[in-house]
């Protein structure tokens, strides 16, 4: 009698521990998605608003014609701060992905040693240094000492802000790589070098990619950092060692000048500019869901 | 055949250089030998941090015999296994004392590189580990790096005898290219035998090979080690009292980190001296 009582008084109870679960668990799922409609939004609204406001600017001619000094000129164009931003960003690619990924192998493949405790800590202490920062940096190295802005001090700039975050994305993505592939090559008398290369590597390289990638994108727009080193130029790009142009210095100046003309292209460089980061976000997403990512060679 | 040749010849010049370089204290430890051990542990202890996991251990294993390990699961084998190929060196806080003897020379002494003793000590780990690589490439890994073969069907001839030898070609021969991680349980078990056949070690370490196998595979998997008696040195964990009573030629049992007994194979399942050994064997240990 009694024990039955018990265990009806305990079902009761559990299923009211259920129907109140349910409801929370209904509860989340519908915050989440409010959270999630949330944060769309606005990035859907400013992609709405550049369109707009560059689709009177927008031709061919716009993206292949130079600045002209008139605000009032016909066939304006932005080609030299394109091909600067590319210039500049490949320059800061070519120092800051060998030195990235090489420190990122590092503070992975190393972890046990002390000093990459202290390197990981200095890693992401310059992730987050405000890139004006670093401008101000290379400006007092590089600018100063060479009595000129130019586009190599602006790659500079830019690849000091990218090292760390290639670094950073490098050593967590060889870090997913299960500790058993590594012993399975170095149990097969392979050494730990070739055991990175072959194996780490090619395994991980999905995630290094897309960090590199992701570092790419986020000084594509770097504008602080290149008003103090690279400075700007209206003339067409020649060499990095004059002052360089590029798309976020033309946002910069154009959109805070007194012209309508000129306000109206900077939306125009600025919807460029949006293409251009999501057109390797989109890759980014592109080759982490192909067979890229997980396949062998 | 003369691919064999080669290979033998390779594995010997490489011991020969290993074993020049420290001619010193090749002759002291030399002396306590007998001619048939490969490799000797004295005094051996092990710590993981303050876990002293391995106490004071003194075994040998002989050369072209199976040694089986035996004990209830965290006694320590897979670490003593471990310690036999130097793959516990890069394990977080792990420490160890005493000597292990490889033909005389200890292999934790500077002069031992400890790459080329993982070619010379092969390992098949207790979880299969294959990598997520194509069949045949898992296979090819180490014989491409060790530049085993000159031309790719040297390689591929490699690549089957170890299949073969590890009872798996029948079922993997049409799916080479298919990616090792969609092999089952078991059939990457075998896989992973297979890769660290390819590579011809001298002496191979397999940490319960057979534990996800069925009784057909099992059996199959014992025939091979039976057979690679006859030129290598086998250490064996394994938790399968009949497989140890079928292949072992000496069985080693260990407790709580310890060695407690020692004895040649059929012995010590019929009568063992310790009263561990006893209740362990007969299921009564808890
Ligand atoms: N990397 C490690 N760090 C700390 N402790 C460890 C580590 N590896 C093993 N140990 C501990 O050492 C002891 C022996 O572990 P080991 O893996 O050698 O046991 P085992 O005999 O192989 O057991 P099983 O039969 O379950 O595989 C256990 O108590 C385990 O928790
Ligand atoms: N993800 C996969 N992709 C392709 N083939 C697969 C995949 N997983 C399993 N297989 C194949 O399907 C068959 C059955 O695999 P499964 O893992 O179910 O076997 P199992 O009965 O559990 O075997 P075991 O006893 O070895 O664990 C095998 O031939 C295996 O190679
Ligand atoms: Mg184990
Ligand atoms: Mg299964």
Redesign the interface.
């Known amino acids: 009698m009694q024990t039955a009582t018990v265990e009806s008084e305990k079902s009761r109870k559990r299923s009211g521990n259920l129907r109140r679960r349910q409801l929370v668990d209904r509860i989340a799922t519908v915050a989440i998605f409010g959270a999630v409609i949330l944060a769309i939004v606005p990035l859907v609204l400013i992609l709405a608003d550049i369109v707009i406001k560059a689709a009177p600017v927008m031709s061919f001619g716009f993206l292949t014609n130079l600045p002209k000094a008139s605000p009032f000129s016909p066939d304006q164009g932005i080609s030299n701060a394109i091909i600067g931003s590319f210039v500049m960003v490949g320059f800061a690619s070519l120092i800051a992905i060998p030195i990235g990924v090489g420190a990122g192998i590092f503070l992975s493949e190393w972890a046990?040693m002390r000093f990459a405790w202290v390197a990981s800590f200095t890693n992401d202490v310059l992730a987050e240094f405000p890139s004006i920062v670093i401008g101000i940096f290379v400006f007092v190295i590089i600018v100063l000492a060479t009595h000129s802005f130019s586009g190599y001090a602006g790659g500079f700039a830019l690849a000091v802000i990218m090292i760390p975050i290639v670094a950073r994305t490098t050593e967590e993505s060889l870090k997913l790589v299960?500790n058993?592939?590594r012993?399975?090559?170095?149990?097969?008398?392979?050494?730990?070098w070739?055991t990175i290369t072959?194996?780490v590597l090619s395994?991980g390289r999905g995630g290094l990619v897309t960090g590199v990638l992701l570092a790419v994108a986020r000084v594509m727009g770097e504008t602080a950092p290149l008003l103090l080193t690279a400075l700007g130029s209206t003339l067409a790009f020649r060499t990095l060692s004059q002052p360089t142009e590029s798309l976020s210095l033309l946002i910069y100046f154009y959109g805070t000048s007194a012209y309508k003309t000129w306000q109206a292209q900077a939306w125009g460089a600025a919807l460029v500019l949006v293409v251009i980061v999501l057109a390797l976000n989109i890759s980014v997403r592109a080759l982490t869901r192909g067979k890229f990512i997980?396949?062998?060679? | 055949m003369d691919l064999m040749e080669a290979q033998q010849e390779r594995m010997s010049k490489e011991k020969s250089e290993t074993l020049e370089r420290s001619d010193e204290n090749t002759s002291s430890i030399n002396s306590q030998m007998s001619p048939g051990d490969r490799i000797r542990m004295s005094s051996l202890n092990v710590y993981y941090g303050n876990s002293h996991v391995l106490k004071d251990l003194n075994l040998t294993i002989e050369d072209r015999k199976i040694t089986v390990i035996m004990g209830p699961s965290g006694c320590g084998k897979s670490t003593l296994i471990r310690t036999l190929n130097r793959m516990n060196d890069t394990v977080h806080a792990f420490k160890l004392t005493g000597e292990i003897a490889l033909d005389g020379i200890n292999i934790y002494s500077k002069e031992v590189n400890p790459t080329l003793l993982k070619l010379r000590v092969g390992m098949v780990f207790q979880k299969p580990n294959p990598f997520p690589i194509s069949i045949y490439d898992n296979v090819a890994f180490g014989p491409k790096i060790h530049k085993l073969s000159k031309n790719r069907a040297e390689m591929d001839e490699i690549v089957m005898q170890a299949l073969k030898q590890a009872a798996l070609w029948e079922e993997v021969k049409d799916r080479l290219k298919a990616n090792a991680l969609s092999l089952s349980g078991g059939q990457q078990q075998r896989l992973c035998i297979a890769r660290a056949l390819a590579v011809r070690p001298e002496i191979l370490l397999l940490d319960e090979p057979a534990s996800a196998l069925d009784p057909g595979s099992t059996a199959k998997v014992q025939e091979l080690m039976v057979e690679l008696k006859k030129d290598l040195t086998l250490v064996l964990v394994t938790h399968n009292m009949q497989q140890a009573a079928t292949v072992a030629n000496k069985v080693a049992f260990l407790y709580n980190g310890s060695l407690v007994e020692v004895g040649q194979s059929p012995d010590i399942f019929e009568n063992p001296q310790k009263k561990v050994t006893e209740d362990y064997i007969s299921g009564r240990l808890t």
């Open positions: 046990e299960p058993s592939y012993e399975a090559s170095m149990a097969l008398g392979v050494s730990r070739r072959r194996i395994t997980t396949g062998g060679d």
